[in-house]
């Protein structure tokens, strides 16, 4: 499978308590996009990178949220201390800078939910 | 910023009739536009893009897009639902502040009765 692949698919926690998702992305892109979705609504930006420089983190990432891609491939996002509004589907993305417009290729995603 | 406005946020239609998704988008320079769509507990899979080439768009499964400036819309279209088309759609639009972040709209889901 060559797709954008994220683990785990499905992640139920307690409040208080961090939680770590990870994105492999589609092999040599360089691009890797968050997002996080709740229920009802479209995917909101949440963060990206060029390679291993996160160039743009959106409003919605709070301080408890962080973000890496140590190596320039795959992608972890930490929420730390989460919160019931928490709970999202969060979802990454990969894109090729040789793509065109800004082709966005998604992975299935990670379900959080903080009771 | 640039935004999207999906109008209807449930579709129903019966099988083999035209299916209509509507989606108007914000934007004071020209936009890329896209749809997407989402099956239940899958990622979103990209349907078709508009990138300033022809304003009519094919995309995949029989689906196709016109872009209209006149009236910033760009909305979907099939000629006959199937029941498999069954799943949420997202109208989206490239953010011309920050090239690499693309804005949704709130989606329709989209219902096939038989």
């Known amino acids: 499978d060559t797709g954008v692949s994220q683990n785990p698919r499905h992640k139920i926690t307690k409040r208080g308590q961090n939680v770590t998702f990870r994105c492999d992305p589609i092999s040599e892109h360089n691009r890797l996009y968050w997002y996080r979705q709740t229920l009802g609504q479209g995917p909101e930006f949440l963060t990206y990178f060029q390679n291993e420089a996160q160039l743009e983190k959106s409003r919605l990432l709070s301080d408890r949220f962080s973000a890496e891609r140590p190596k320039g491939s795959f992608s972890t996002l930490e929420i730390q201390r989460t919160e019931q509004g928490d709970s999202a589907m969060y979802l990454c993305?990969?894109?090729?800078?040789?793509?065109?417009?800004?082709?966005?290729?998604f992975g299935p995603g990670t379900r959080l939910t903080v009771l | 910023a640039q935004s999207v406005t999906q109008l209807g946020s449930h579709v129903s239609v019966s099988e083999g009739a035209l299916v209509l998704l509507r989606c108007n988008y914000s934007?004071?320079?020209?936009?890329?536009l896209f749809w997407y769509v989402q099956y239940p507990n899958q990622g979103l899979q990209l349907l078709l893009k508009?990138?300033?080439?022809?304003?009519l768009v094919k995309g995949i499964n029989g689906f196709e897009a016109e872009f209209k400036k006149s009236e910033t819309s760009f909305h979907l279209t099939k000629p006959s639902a199937h029941m498999s088309d069954a799943a949420e759609y997202f109208c989206a639009v490239t953010d011309y502040s920050s090239a690499s972040k693309i804005i949704f709209g709130s989606g329709t889901r989209l219902s096939i009765r038989p």
């Open positions: 508009y990138t300033s080439a022809a304003t």
């Open positions: 934007s004071s320079v020209p936009p890329y």
């Open positions: 993305a990969s894109s090729s800078l040789a793509g065109g417009p800004n082709e966005q290729f």
